[in-house]
């Protein structure tokens, strides 16, 4: 039980180090960190033009905030993983020191014996009080090996002296990486709690304008309920086209299964003859007509015991019965899923595969809102809720398509300008608040080809909202965190 318990010790220690990022990914991460804010603040700086507190000023504040608390733990754990290289090289470095007194120790007691016996003499009385040639042989062979077990133990004390003298040298490089690195967080925290009294000055002006900002955010939610509609609407009747061509192929595909039933079941069927009688398929020519054998000359005298014709049974002459074809079973109305073509299908899942790798809808730029449900900056009590992901970008930006796809729609609605979506199979994708567009219905775009170009919101800030949405088995349609479809 015990040996087993320290085995799964053993297992999970391993499997949570293989889990912690190594110091070049964190290294990658910092600087992608450090990036992320100063295009923050460039683009901060750009709506500073009016002194008037925004929105989208807050908004870009708190996300710079988040960017810096972020960047803070990643300096943190990479001054973590550093320690723990530290605690590793000192405790290499104490073993290596051990070992090299005890190297030094064993060498000195070899001087020590070898100097007392210095006397060549010695030696050779040692070697020739030997019984015979045989023994003498092997005394010269010992003391050989002693003398090349000195030397050995001088080449490995040197061995282990630069490997002491490199390790040293490592942990001193660690230890100035760290304190550099618990520079670079202090400084980092010094800007932080400046960003945070910032924010907090804006914040504070934000709130005495509760009136302008009800009536902007009512604004706001009325062009967003708009939008969801029509994405709604576009995608109900794209779904009901695909189902009615379903239905059609259905119904072709049924028919022509009971038509070629109907020439099967008329193939088996025995065929009726002139005089009645019938022989499965073969007919017989027992009647006048055509190819029919000619009646003898003179009056016909029956034998006796003979029947005429007119004695015999007359034919059945009664109509075959129709066979009446089995009625389909009632047919269920096909999903979605069975409208999809081979070519949606592997542009859904080729989407799919994608996840969490699509190039962002503009070449820079930073979330300044996040997806779902979230509360007003400056009225706790206010619920909002974002449809996508709101990306605060440069002027004049252009809007590109994230992934291959059609083009269902391009409409224009009075607050949230031109919205462009794009079919991408069971998946669409989402460019909202744009003030032109370059793409029209049903044509065929490619990845991180321009849809239009971002516009300004009420703040004079170019902002674009992207959405992604996914078509159900039942047919409905609901969205997604795009957070989690795009590359970090």
């Known amino acids: 039980m015990r040996a087993a318990l320290i085995v799964l010790f053993i297992t999970m ?51 710079k905030l988040n960017a810096r608390q972020r960047l803070i733990n990643n300096i943190n754990q990479e001054i973590g993983n550093i320690d723990q290289n530290i605690q590793s090289s000192a405790g290499e470095v104490t073993q290596l020191q051990q070992k090299l007194d005890q190297q030094q120790l064993r060498y000195a007691q070899s001087i020590r014996y070898a100097y007392k016996h210095r006397n060549s003499y010695n030696t050779l009385v040692f070697i020739f009080s030997a019984q015979d040639y045989n023994e003498a042989l092997r005394r010269m062979k010992y003391l050989k090996k002693y003398r090349d077990y000195r030397k050995d133990q001088v080449n490995e004390i040197k061995q282990t002296q630069a490997k002491l003298e490199n390790k040293i040298g490592i942990l001193n490089t660690q230890k100035s990486q760290k304190n550099l690195l618990l520079n670079t967080e202090e400084s980092q925290r010094e800007e932080l709690l400046k960003e945070t009294d910032e924010t907090n000055s804006v914040v504070k ?140 299908a592997a542009l859904s899942n080729s989407f799919e595969a994608n996840k969490g790798k699509l190039p962002w809808p503009v070449e820079k730029g930073f979330i300044a809102l996040g997806f779902g449900p979230y509360k007003h900056p400056t009225e706790a009590r206010i619920m909002l809720d974002n449809a996508g992901v709101s990306i605060n970008t440069s002027q004049n930006a252009v809007a590109r398509a994230v992934f291959a796809g059609t083009v269902s729609s391009a409409f224009f609605v009075s607050g ?52 992604v949405w996914k078509v159900g088995a039942n047919n409905k349609s609901f969205k997604l965190d795009p957070a989690g479809w795009i590359a970090r």
Do not use: C, M
Not at 41 to 61: F, I, P, V
Not at 277 to 303: H, I
């Open 13 to 63: 220690h391993f499997t949570v180090v293989a889990q912690q990022p190594s110091r070049s990914d964190l290294e990658k991460q910092r600087q992608q960190l450090l990036l992320s804010i100063k295009e923050t603040q460039e683009q901060l700086e750009a709506t500073k033009k009016d002194q008037k507190a925004t929105l989208s000023q807050l908004r870009g504040l708190q996300a």
């Open 416 to 467: 949230a300008g031109w919205t462009v979506l794009v079919s991408h199979g069971q998946y669409y994708t989402v460019y909202s608040g744009l003030s032109q567009v370059s793409v029209q219905k049903g044509q065929t775009i490619n990845i991180k080809q321009p849809v239009g170009v971002v516009g300004e919101n009420e703040e004079g800030v170019p902002v674009i909202n992207f959405q």
């Open 205 to 344: 002006q934000l709130k005495g304008r509760e009136k302008e900002l009800a009536q902007e955010i009512d604004r706001n939610r009325r062009a967003a309920r708009q939008v969801d509609q029509q994405i709604n609407k576009i995608i109900q009747q794209e779904i009901e086209l695909a189902r009615k061509k379903a239905a059609e192929e259905e119904r072709k595909r049924k028919e022509e299964e009971q038509r070629k039933a109907a020439e099967l079941a008329a193939k088996s069927q025995p065929l009726p003859q002139p005089d009645g009688t019938t022989y499965g398929n073969v007919k017989l020519n027992t009647g006048s007509g055509t190819g029919a054998p000619k009646p003898a000359t003179g009056p016909a005298t029956p034998s006796s015991g003979a029947k005429t014709p007119a004695a015999d049974k007359p034919a059945d002459r009664s109509p075959i019965a129709a066979v009446k074809p089995t009625p389909p079973p009632k047919a269920t109305p096909p999903s979605y899923s069975l409208s999809l073509t081979p070519e949606v």
